[in-house]
């Protein structure tokens, strides 16, 4: 079974995920000074083109772009779309 790598093993290898089901995730907004602080918590929808771009606000989330916009998501959330993509590379 592909089990999916920690956030900053994550991070460097910049991963793209199809998701296969909704998952939530927490936006990503920085302030005037460039700090970041979490924002609304959204739905982000099956079939969504998420790419991990960095580290999580712990080591159960890691940071996601989709559609422009970045936001945290649970590890735990992407492990389906991580093995439906390894069983798709496997033919």
Do not use: H
């Not at 969504?48 to 936001?71: H, S």
């Not at 590890?75 to 093995?83: Q, S």
Request: glycine share 10%; proline share 4%.
């Amino acid at each position: 079974m592909y089990r999916i790598s920690p956030p900053d093993a994550l991070a460097r290898e910049r991963k793209s995920f199809v998701l296969s089901r909704n998952i939530s995730g927490i936006q990503v907004i920085c302030d005037e000074m460039g700090r970041r602080r979490m924002g609304t918590l959204v739905q982000l929808p099956e079939g969504a083109g998420l790419q991990i771009c960095g580290e999580g606000f712990d080591a159960n989330t890691v940071k996601i772009v989709w559609e422009g916009g970045t936001y945290y998501v649970f590890l735990a959330d992407l492990e389906p779309a991580a093995e439906t993509l390894a069983r798709a590379a496997a033919g």
